[in-house]
């Protein structure tokens, strides 16, 4: 009995851990030369972070409205050494579809596996729905996580501010980080125009 149920437990946490991971969710980054392929869609956004000595960083939860799949944009490359980074024009490949910006998260460099997660609520410009069209570009605006220290009890507490951009300036940084996307169709569901 004792080596059954030994089985049984080593199982399940087998199957839980595979659960557990966020490795097929976060997205890599796309190279600067990056060409555009039509069969896919590709999100792009400006992301800003300060370094984490805890190794954890940020990403943005993309939500497919009708296959439930989901994609995480990471706020900026990984680097080795210890960095801030502000402002980084980043682009991720997914397949064409509806989409939502439906939460954001933390997660462990080292592991990718999430260590938070907070939704968004859904009646907001920041997750309002749009359509990926083949080949076409969706610019999500600027997102920039925000801590703060609840000297009390000695806890923090992160949020994301999302900055809003124009049409024009959402094509111009485009442009200027993905050169080869120039004349791909550029969507920009948030900007102020």
């Not at 080292?110 to 990926?132: C, G, N, W, Y």
């Not at 999302?162 to 120039?182: G, V």
Request: net charge negative.
């Amino acid at each position: 009995m004792n080596k059954s149920f030994c089985i049984v437990a080593a199982l399940c946490m087998l199957i839980l851990s595979g659960c557990a991971s966020d490795r097929g969710l976060i997205q890599p980054i796309l190279l600067s030369t990056q060409v555009p392929a039509m069969d896919s869609g590709y999100l792009a956004g400006n992301f800003s972070r300060k370094w984490d000595s805890n190794k954890s960083s940020f990403g943005l939860g993309i939500l497919n409205t009708v296959t439930a799949e989901e994609y995480v944009i990471p706020f900026g490359k990984e680097t080795d050494l210890p960095t801030d980074i502000s402002d980084e024009y980043d682009m991720i490949q997914v397949p064409p579809g509806e989409y939502r910006i439906a939460y954001w998260i933390t997660y462990s460099i080292s592991e990718q596996v999430q260590t938070s997660r907070t939704d968004f609520p859904i009646d907001t410009v920041t997750s309002k729905a749009f359509t990926l069209d083949p080949g076409g570009v969706v610019f999500l605006g600027s997102f920039v996580p925000e801590m703060k220290n609840h000297e009390a009890d000695g806890t923090r507490t992160w949020t994301i501010q999302h900055w809003r951009h124009t049409q024009r300036s959402a094509q111009k940084a485009l442009e200027k980080n993905y050169p080869e996307f120039k004349a791909q169709p550029l969507l920009c569901p948030s900007c102020i125009e």
